[in-house]
């Protein structure tokens, strides 16, 4: 079992716990952080019949009151209907302020119910209950959460932290090879970012029986960039490695390229252009693409630079005329780069060249 304590500049703390096994304890785990309540249970029909049950008997036993809600599975449940019929449940189980909602499933459901509870009565308590690695590696830790609007992905939502984060890691067991390879693109990319030994279990060592340890990894590193900046003013900006295109692709595909998969092309994109432009060695370019195709993930982009740099134009990351961009500078260390939104197509244009 791994436990790691985030605490916020504003005061907030949480503990992320991670080890096989947690859900069927989660009652006792979450009665040691809030009395026993009602409890607005969210999850999608996929992992409905593989894990509300346990959950459901697990916080029912420690006397919490449980309020399932199923919501259809895939990226389409971010959306404001979802959005509101969640609210409109919220209401009809008669939460109050001092209740709290639980996210079990992946990076949707914790979006989705994050953003619920953010704005239910101007903010109820949740817990992340991760079960996809996307998820367990980035998605339920540090409080970003938000509904994909018709015009762009994740353009309603807030910052609300939840008050624990609990990844039974028995629950990527039923995870299909796409859905584990989504998350080995967010994982990559944090040992991109700032964590060489995590890259290299994904370059040249054996994930399927390093999980705890990705995950681990991954959250110490999540944890101490949102602890330092939980609200993106600054270093945060660093964990949009690769999404600004792959917001785009998404996008461009009508969510048919999943989130994580987006990101690993995204992610191959600006290797290239850093390699292009001298700011990172081709060998590391090379190690960084090979690592990505070794964990079943495309590094090729069905969109041109002009259709991706139209989409990324509305993106949350541009402000005003400008945008920034993350760029790797070696396997461990990245740099934030401000440009014109007019200078984007050209920097997809250099991620684009030398696709095999
Ligand atoms: P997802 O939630 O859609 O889950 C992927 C699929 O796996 C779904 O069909 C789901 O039903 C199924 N599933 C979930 N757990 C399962 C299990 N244990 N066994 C079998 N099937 C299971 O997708 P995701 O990849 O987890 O998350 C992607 C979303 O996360 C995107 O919307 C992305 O924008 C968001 N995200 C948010 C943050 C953040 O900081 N808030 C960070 C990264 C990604």
């Known amino acids: 079992m791994n436990e790691h304590i985030l605490t916020t500049p504003a005061g907030e703390t949480y503990p992320i716990l991670t080890g096989a096994g947690l859900l069927q304890s989660i009652g006792t785990r979450l009665a040691e952080i809030a009395k026993p309540c009602r409890v607005m249970l969210v999850t999608d029909e996929n992992v409905a019949p593989l894990y509300l049950d346990t959950v459901r008997d697990s916080l029912a036993s420690a006397g919490f009151s449980v309020h399932p809600h199923v919501v259809p599975a895939g990226e389409n449940s971010k959306s ?32 989705l119910t994050g953003f619920a509870a953010g704005c239910y009565l101007r903010g109820i308590r949740f817990v992340q209950l991760p079960t996809t690695l996307l998820a367990a590696v980035d998605a339920s830790v540090g409080g970003k959460t938000a509904v994909n609007l018709v015009h762009g992905k994740n353009l309603a939502g807030l910052f609300h932290q939840p008050i ?23 994982a990559i990319k944090t040992g991109i970012l700032g964590d060489g030994a995590l890259f290299a279990i994904y370059e040249s060592g054996d994930p399927a029986q390093s999980y705890e340890e990705i995950i681990a990894r991954a959250v110490a590193y999540k944890a101490k960039i949102v602890a330092e900046d939980p609200t993106e003013k600054g270093v945060r900006k660093l964990l949009n490695l690769g999404h600004t295109a792959a917001h785009a692709i998404e996008i461009l595909s009508d969510f048919s390229v999943s989130h994580g998969h987006a990101v690993a ?4 994109i600006v290797t290239r252009a850093a390699q292009k432009r001298g700011m990172l060695g081709s060998d590391a370019a090379a190690r960084i693409i090979y690592t990505l195709r070794r964990a079943q993930l495309p590094t090729e982009c069905p969109y041109t630079a002009a259709q991706m740099a139209q989409i990324a134009a509305l993106d949350k990351k541009a402000a005003g005329t400008g945008i920034t961009v993350i760029l790797p500078v070696r396997i461990g260390e990245c740099v934030m780069q401000k440009m014109p939104l007019a200078d984007l197509e050209a920097l997809f244009s250099d991620g684009l060249e030398g696709q095999s």
């Open 80 to 111: 404001i209907p979802v959005l509101g019929e969640l609210l409109e449940a919220m209401c009809e189980a008669h939460l109050t302020r001092s209740d709290l909602a639980a996210a079990l499933g992946g990076g949707v459901i914790g979006d």
């Open 164 to 186: 624990g984060v609990y990844c039974d890691t028995g629950t990527l067991n039923t995870l299909t090879p796409h859905t584990l390879a989504d998350g080995a693109a967010e």
């Open 265 to 268: 092309i995204g992610t191959a």
